[in-house]
């Protein structure tokens, strides 16, 4: 059988333009690709990029308040959100631009619809146009989670804060993951005053519970006000804003409120169920180590399979695909030991097991050490950070690493190498340290401050 297409990809975001750019540049594959909304996906047009852009515009109060306890004459100044906004989104333009390039140089046939699946080798397009394809390739990636509660539509998510019209003046933040507390911060930088509800006992559930600790004391320090235990009943307009009611009885009026409650796989209406396409329980698809689906001829991607939902590991199992189906070399995105960094203010960087994971599997050693840096120590700040190292008794290898620092996702990128590479305590004891840093702790750190 003849096919229009060796390969459909559906999904213009970080795993779907990685799978077909390699299998149509690289390998020759005959590659269509349909995307509904902006080429680039969440992480270009609506997620990782706008928000780090966002997170730089936000330390500069931080700086210029450091500036003036080095010497220098300068003003806060007021930050100007529509002159940010009106170069942000030329920047998300010019992104969008170089993705569609990329794709056309690479020879791939890209569609600006929306496509659903017919059958198990055929899709249609939202114009009614259908093509058969020898494989399809599912990488629609996810989109925020709000609970049904009153109100609800009154909040914003992630979504909508790149393209605000005005910056609040009071806000709420509702979630206690990577995207409340980055946007948390985000907007204290910008001089907004936040509050942050969170439902569990302390925010960043799943990392290490002392480097949570660490961060959650340096955001209120930093003046936001988070409310642990704490969850949103019901939203209500008010003349002047959005009243939230509150679990712990509270009752308080904010001009904006954004809900990070999580994300769920975009699965809905794709065709999936009828071809017997498998999902789980917040409607992932499930794939194994090779990205395919139960149906053979169709595979997915990135945070629509719900294994872990970041940019780097939707382009390196949209990389691994193409290899296998079209490069003859069958490879499987190994999924441990990924670093992660969450941009609050300071920074996490994590990679490995938490202290708390690390003792459920056998004797650790844990290296910790908390400390005000050189340069925020001379302005006087008391901003510390933090350096822990998590080691195997039985093995010496370290286990885990985390850091809560400003840059940590810099320094924890390269601790990864040597934590993939299997390093031992040893192998960080004799690398010599880089005088002045705040990463040379992690080579100096020489007793446990506890073992388990
Ligand atoms: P997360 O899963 O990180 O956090 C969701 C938060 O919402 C948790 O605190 C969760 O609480 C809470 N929550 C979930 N459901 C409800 C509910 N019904 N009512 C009240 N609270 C609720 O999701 P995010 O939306 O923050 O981010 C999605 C994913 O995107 C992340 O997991 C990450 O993989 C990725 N991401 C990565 C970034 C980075 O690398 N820097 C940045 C942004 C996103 P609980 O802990 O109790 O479950």
Avoid at 41 to 59: H, Q
Avoid at 415 to 436: L, N, W
Wanted: aromatic letters at 8%; charged letters at 25%.
């Amino acid at each position: 059988m003849t096919f229009d297409y060796d390969l459909f990809v559906i999904g213009g975001g970080s795993g779907g333009v990685r799978a077909a750019r390699v299998a149509s540049g690289e390998y020759g594959a005959k590659v269509g690709l349909a995307e509904e909304s902006r080429m680039g996906g969440t992480c270009v047009i609506r997620g990782c990029v706008p928000k780090k852009l966002m997170v730089y515009a936000s330390g500069f109060a931080g700086i210029f308040e450091e500036a003036r306890a080095y010497g220098w004459q300068v003003d806060g100044g007021a930050f100007d959100w529509q002159a940010f906004r009106t170069r942000l989104e030329a920047e998300l333009d010019r992104l969008e631009g170089a993705y569609r390039n990329t794709l056309k140089n690479a020879g791939v046939i890209v569609h600006d619809e929306r496509a659903t699946l017919v059958d198990a080798h055929r899709v249609r397009l939202a114009s009614g146009q259908e093509f058969t394809a020898k494989h399809i390739l599912i990488a629609t990636g996810g989109r925020p989670f709000v609970p049904e509660i009153p109100g609800a539509e009154l909040a914003v998510t992630s979504n909508e804060m790149f393209h605000l019209d005005q910056l609040p003046r009071r806000a709420l933040v509702v979630g206690g993951g990577y995207i409340a507390s980055e946007f948390a911060c985000i907007l204290k930088g910008l001089g907004v005053e936040v509050s942050q509800y969170y439902r569990g006992a302390q925010i960043l559930r799943g990392f290490d519970d002392e480097a949570r600790g660490h961060v959650s004391n340096a955001m209120r320090a930093g003046g936001i006000d988070i409310h642990c235990g704490t969850d949103v009943m019901r939203l209500e307009k008010t003349a002047a804003g959005i009243r939230a009611v509150a679990t712990d009885g509270t009752d308080r009026e904010f001009d904006l409120v954004m809900y990070a409650t999580g994300r769920r796989p975009n699965t809905e209406g794709l065709g999936l169920e009828a071809l017997g396409v498998g999902l789980g329980r917040e409607g992932q698809i499930l794939v194994d180590r090779y990205s395919q689906t139960g149906v053979p001829s169709i595979f997915a991607v990135g945070d629509v399979t719900g294994r872990i939902n970041l940019t780097p590991v939707a382009i390196r199992e949209g990389h691994a695909f193409a290899d296998t189906i079209f490069g003859a070399k069958p490879t499987a995105f190994d999924h441990e030991l990924v670093a992660s960094a969450v941009f609050t203010q300071p920074e996490l960087g994590s990679v490995g097991l938490s202290e708390e994971a690390a003792r459920a599997e056998g004797p650790i050693e844990v290296y910790s050490t908390a400390f005000r840096p050189m340069r925020s120590a001379f302005a006087g700040q008391q901003d510390r950070v933090l350096m822990k190292l998590i080691v195997s008794k039985a093995t010496r290898r370290v286990l885990g690493c985390h850091i809560v620092a400003p840059e940590a996702g810099e320094m924890i990128q390269l601790a990864a190498i040597a934590i993939r590479m299997g390093a031992t305590k040893e192998d960080f004891d004799r690398t010599c340290a880089v005088h002045p840093t705040m990463a040379e702790e992690l080579v100096t750190m020489r007793k446990p401050v506890r073992t388990a």
